[in-house]
């Protein structure tokens, strides 16, 4: 069974930096997909900000090209997001997903808080 563990979530004035980590565990596929999404205070849906493919290919949603970065170590089992400039707008629960290549959110990790203040 999979699970991820998020961490690194914070208060930070704009402009500021954070970088979360998503510890994965239980991933058996040789083909997969992790990505993180964010959910705002008020917005009933979660948004999609960056995946990873096993195959190295990365993608991000136009609102965080620029500023966030998604990588992975696979020796640790943990992808990360790096977020810089950070706007009070960034304000959400981040959340690590993952998935089968092509499908980065059928698991879901608990989320952690990022707060962004002007």
């Known amino acids: 069974q999979v699970q991820l563990v998020e961490s690194g979530g914070g208060s930070v004035q704009s402009g500021g930096s954070l970088k979360l980590s998503c510890e994965f565990s239980?991933?058996?596929?040789?083909?997969?997909?992790m990505g993180w999404f964010r959910q705002a205070p008020g917005k009933a849906e979660r948004e999609g900000l960056a995946?990873?493919?096993?195959?190295?290919?990365?993608s991000y949603a136009d609102y965080v090209k620029g500023r966030f970065t998604i990588s992975q170590d696979n020796a640790k089992n943990t992808v990360y997001l790096q977020m810089n400039n950070l706007k009070p707008s960034d304000t959400a629960t981040y959340y690590c997903?993952?998935?089968?290549?092509?499908?980065?959110?059928?698991?879901w990790g608990q989320g952690t808080q990022v707060t962004v203040s002007s």
């Open positions: 995946t990873i493919e096993s195959d190295g290919s990365i």
């Open positions: 239980g991933y058996t596929s040789s083909s997969w997909c």
């Open positions: 997903t993952s998935g089968d290549a092509g499908i980065c959110n059928t698991v």
